[in-house]
């Protein structure tokens, strides 16, 4: 497991609690069913077109929905001459100073590895935390990368296969990864809620 911790603001990493073996549930696209709340419209990726939505979107390479997901569909991200990468494109918290937030997710897939970003905008400068771990052929919940501080007014969640690791096991075009059920949460309790 590696960790890059980039900026001045105080933030960490914590091992995900219990995993819950369920599928997400709730009212239309969002997740009802967590306390605290899951902060994202269509989490699960059941909602949307085949071809993408309006929450998620491709930044390089191609991203589908499609079948196969750990409950139901997944989002399909294939990598392109360009690399992979996509992101969730709306607000998911509003003023998000002096709080705490924790992401979370499954994925699986035939490229090596991937990294998880979470982008603070702070009008100029964006300041990054970020994990990265191995992609294995079925689906594992990926540690929960925890965000604490001064946050910034508008926070970006980001999934990519890494293609310019050190150690040369990089992703090749036509490798893909498999992203399912994302949980991103206001926690009050360093993230240790069962999710």
Known sequence: MRVALLGLVVVGLTACGPQMTGTDAGVGCRDTTKSPA???????FECGEATGNA???????TLELAAGGRTGRAAKLTVNAAGGRF??????????????????????GTAPFMRMRVLRD????????????????DFRKIPTLKVTGDMAPKIQL?????????????AMAGQTMLIDDVDVWESTSNCSEPR
């Open 122 to 137: 702070f009008g100029g400068s964006v300041q990054e935390v970020s994990f990265s771990d191995q992609i294995f052929p």
């Open 87 to 108: 992101a969730y494109a709306k607000t998911f918290a509003e003023s998000p100073a002096n709080k705490t937030y924790c992401f979370s997710a499954w994925l699986s």
């Open 38 to 44: 899951n902060l994202l419209e269509n989490p699960g």
């Open 55 to 61: 929450d998620w979107s491709a930044v390089f390479g």
């Open 158 to 170: 980001v999934f990519e296969v890494q293609t310019n690791r050190p150690d040369g096991q990089n």
